[in-house]
């Protein structure tokens, strides 16, 4: 079979107004026009997909197209046999769900997407360096994002991303799904409980995120045909190809096409991904902010170690362990050594939340049960349900669905970019902890590091030739902060 060719062409009062204040900016109630009229249809909003490999067909495309509320009209991705793929499967999810099947139209380049007056939003399910720049591009282009965590690459990329949603009226949603997790909603409940004050006054909390292995260096290999291997680099430095750099061009055993269920190597290299902690740790520190009530804080001290492989491909961190201080005294430790997930310590006792039904604790607490469930405590009166509860937030068990939903009504997004870059920016300067090995002074309003310029230059990096978001911005007459 030929390969297609690609174009060129229910909440409380206070919470519910505190988050419509804080993104105020972001989604003002303007409805796109294309929703609104007799020549709409059904008021379905028509959505284009950037990047169509693993997180996007196995997560962002179903939870778009099983929404019900939109049409997928366009895939992108630079590897064209990932795009057809992508196509493939978003024509037979619509099959699946009795729907009609819409045209897609795939494509190679981003920006040629984005010039279509006819797309409302876009999904970004690319490699963590290609976040920034599509995100950036899409805001200026008018249209909604949904976008994969984590927020952005480095620091100085997150405060121009957040400053341009800001200025916007576009409706932008991280991809911190854990808001939205299960039908038994554990993460938004652990954090009401512990809003509400059921471990009484907050001291600590601990994250436990995993590592990931690594592995000699591969050589070179020829680029495939495929694949525009100069814009995936994007504005990281030039670099040998090599499939265990970038992802798999293996065939799924299953379907004969493309595999697009295997870990891509870009997870395991500082240039594309800085490791688990911002892979795991976009989602426990986001739902740890949530807890704390930092959804806009952070950490002003900060002091850890981390293990880090000579190699030069597979060299994202190993074992770790960095505690931080925050408002309140509160003290937040993270840490491989860990159960994977966030456990909220106070005065009454202690609440953990984690995806899986059951997590060996690892801890050396003698209080501590050997195995913990998704949702668990010191006592079971913690987790007791009450309809009482000082603190409550937006019900959500479809992530997608709720984007979607805000796209069409203009209502605040369950993670819009303040909340995104706030806990973004606390993996960044955890993983900066991990590099330096010594104390570090945080300024959250200023976002530096007090006295520390080594620290600060690690906020940045040079963008390689046209690439990149700041160059994207400089181009567009925005400014840029000096990093």
Known sequence: MKTPSLRSTDVSRRDFVRSAVLTAAVAPLIVPSRLLGAGAPS???????????RIAQSHDMPGVVNSKLADVVAVCDLDSRRAASGKASIEGMFKRNELPVPTIDLYGDYREMLARKDIDAVTISTPDHQHAEPALAAILAGKDVYLQKPFTMTHEEGALLKAACGKSDRIFQLGS???????NEQFRKACEFVRSGRVGRLRSVEIGLPTDPTAPDNPEQPVPPHLNYEMWLG????????????????????TGGPDVGSRPGWLRNDAYCLGMITGWGAHHFDVAHWGMDQELGGPSKLEGKGEFPTNKIWNVHGAYYVESLYPGGVKLTVSDKFPNGIRFVGDEGWIFVSRDASQQSKSSDPAMPKTLKSLDASKPSLLEPS???????PHSTSHHKYWLERVKDRRPSLVPATIAHAANTACIVNWIAMKAARPLMWDVKAERFVGDAAANAMLSRPERGKWGAVQLAKSKGIKVAKA
């Open 235 to 254: 504005p990281t430095p030039q670099v040998y190809y090599t499939e265990q750099r970038v992802h798999s061009q293996g065939k799924d055993r299953k």
């Open 177 to 183: 799904q854990q808001r939205s997790w299960g039908p």
């Open 43 to 53: 008021g379905r909003i028509r959505v284009g997909c950037i990047g169509a490999g």
């Open 387 to 393: 309809e009482k509860l000082a603190v409550q937030f």
